[in-house]
């Protein structure tokens, strides 16, 4: 077993680290504050190909694994998490799940302009009244022969005003249950899809939330993604995978506030030394490095059996349920590392601790990892 990564890796992890203090760190600040979408740095992720990272080159992604993309997502997200979301959900949800299901002419038609940032994706599973409990699809997609009829609304969707395609779930056949459902791919000039208000959230507040309405918007057979009936299962598998993404934004969340801990640690002086010379102090670096270290190992594990084509379902579902629960942990200790200073926004940690909680609800709550975790056990 080996556990070193290999240069092209650590060449990837630099010009992400790279990237995301020259590039995010000067308005990060000011993006969460003002809830300002990070558009022309997105525009850069896109150029320097972090939004189409596993995506075959000949589509216009960069080829890598899932190793280099969970490398990169640790980076992003200690700088700014609001970025690295887009990135996920560009990366895994919608990229990763047209490349995987769809038609040669879908990948030609919307892979390289999503893989190199030019247009970004959203991907519309949830519902107000269909969040965890996934298969309780409201949204209707009823067929008319050449076309869909999709009627309906969606909740929380990340990307919800910026993005130009829209990976939609909805319910074809109501009587065959979630076997009835199918994924669409939806453009944003389709007549009848209006973007809903935006919301007003505690953290990842550069990203750019949006509830969807569907007013009999025509969608055309050819945007269905796999088979009919296909759509619960499309979005089980592609969150899967994209349960990776957010679990490495989480370890990103967490490492990015012990290093701002550390540091400040070294800095601070009371009782005559610096604070780190404090057990008390010590001991909180000493877990959080731990965990960070654990939640790190559980995230690449799941990547490198991705990359194998392994099976990955437990790993990833594990590695976001543990990386989350290290971000919350972190983050509240690395605010109570700085004191005072924490609690105000020019150090950082009190914004990556409002970043944090969204790990555990996003992509499949703390609870649903729960449930796919104990099913593979006890199946
Ligand atoms: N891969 C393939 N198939 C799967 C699967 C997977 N990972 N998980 C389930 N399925 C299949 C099952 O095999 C079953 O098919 P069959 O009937 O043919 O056997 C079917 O899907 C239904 O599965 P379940 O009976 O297990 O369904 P359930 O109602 O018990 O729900 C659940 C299971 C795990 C709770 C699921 O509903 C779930 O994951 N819910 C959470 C949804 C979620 O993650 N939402 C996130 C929104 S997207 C988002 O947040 C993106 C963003 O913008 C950041």
Known sequence: MLFNLTEEHLMIQKAARDF????????????DEHQKFPTEEIKQMGELGFLGMMVNPKYGGGGMDC???????????????????VMSVNNSLVCWGIETFGTEEQKQKYLPRLATGQIIGAF??????????????KTSAIDKGDHYLLNGTKNWITNGSTASVYLVIAQTHAELGHKGINALIVEKDMPGFVVGPKENKLGIRGSDTHSLMFDNVKVPKENRIGEDGFGFKF???????????????????ASGAYELALAYSKERKAFGKPINQHQAIQFKLADMATQIEAARLLCLKAAWLKDKHLDYGTASAMAKVFASKVAMDTTIEAVQVHGGYGFVKEYHVERLMR?????????????VQKIVISRALLK
């Open 67 to 85: 190793i280099s993309y969970v490398l990169a997502m640790e980076e992003i997200s200690k700088i700014d998490a609001s970025c690295s979301v």
């Open 355 to 367: 970043d944090a909680k969204i790990t555990q609800i996003y992509e499949g709550t703390t609870e």
């Open 235 to 253: 979005a089980m598998q592609t969150l899967t995978g994209g349960r990776i993404g957010i679990a490495s934004q989480a370890l990103g969340i």
């Open 124 to 137: 519309c599973l949830s519902e107000p009244e269909a969040g965890s409990d996934a298969t309780s699809q």
């Open 20 to 31: 995301a203090n020259d590039v995010l760190k000067p308005g990060v600040i000011e993006r």
